[in-house]
């Protein structure tokens, strides 16, 4: 069976965002009797497309980047149903990294143990991959790159698996960060990941 929530992982500027906004255009083309760009597609009827991407504030109503995602969040998850397709964006990335890993483990946990909505979860968060060893119609997939010694080839291409790196350093390194930061920054997350305890505590997380 398909499963109803994919957890989409991958390196920054891979394409992640892009692919969410290609499987809506599809959708909404196939559902209006429109030929889709593919050798062959099975698409089922939804009765809505919810999408969450980019990241905007919004200055007339006083709301921060971060209101602004969780208000849209909030929509998603009171308005949709198991027939709608919801593509979600780096949901919980506009606050401090602990709170945003909660709050996005949490809705994606509900998106697929309450909604059950076709859903498609673009995440740096690569802790969420747990989800798919804990609820079976949860899975992994990512955006792969080819790694070499000195530099990163964006493949473009989405397989089944998660993502266990975002890198970021790279995406900065590409951007033209001097190398003194880019090396300071290799120095930083080394000792982040070797004092980590986020992956230990979703270990022990219980879902009833």
């Known amino acids: ?48 497309i919810f999408t969450r991407v980019g990241a905007v504030d919004d200055l007339a109503t006083g709301q921060s980047t971060f209101m602004v995602e969780m208000n849209e969040t909030a929509n998603i998850l009171n308005h949709a149903t198991s027939r709608s397709l919801v593509l979600l964006d780096e949901i919980g990335r506009g606050t401090a990294t602990f709170d945003g890993l909660s709050i996005a483990w949490a ?24 989800l798919a060893s804990i609820l079976p119609n949860v899975a992994n997939y990512q955006v792969t790159v080819k790694e070499l010694p000195d530099q990163i080839i964006f493949l473009h291409q989405v397989q089944p698996g998660g993502a266990d790196k975002s890198y970021g350093i790279e995406a ?13 920054a290799k120095q930083v997350m080394g000792q982040i990941e070797k004092h980590s305890k986020i992956a230990m505590g979703l270990q022990n997380l219980d879902i009833d």
């Open 172 to 184: 900065g390194r590409l951007a033209g960060l001097p190398a003194v930061v880019i090396q300071r």
């Open 107 to 130: 809705v994606a946990e509900y998106i697929a143990m309450e909604i059950r909505a076709r859903t498609i979860f673009a995440t740096h968060y690569h802790e969420l991959n747990e």
């Open 1 to 48: 069976p398909f499963p109803d929530l994919i957890i989409l992982t991958g390196p920054n500027a891979s394409g992640k965002s892009c692919y969410l906004r290609q499987v809506g255009l599809i959708q909404l083309m196939a559902q209006i009797g429109s030929f889709v760009p593919a050798r062959f597609a099975r698409l089922g009827i939804c009765d809505r």
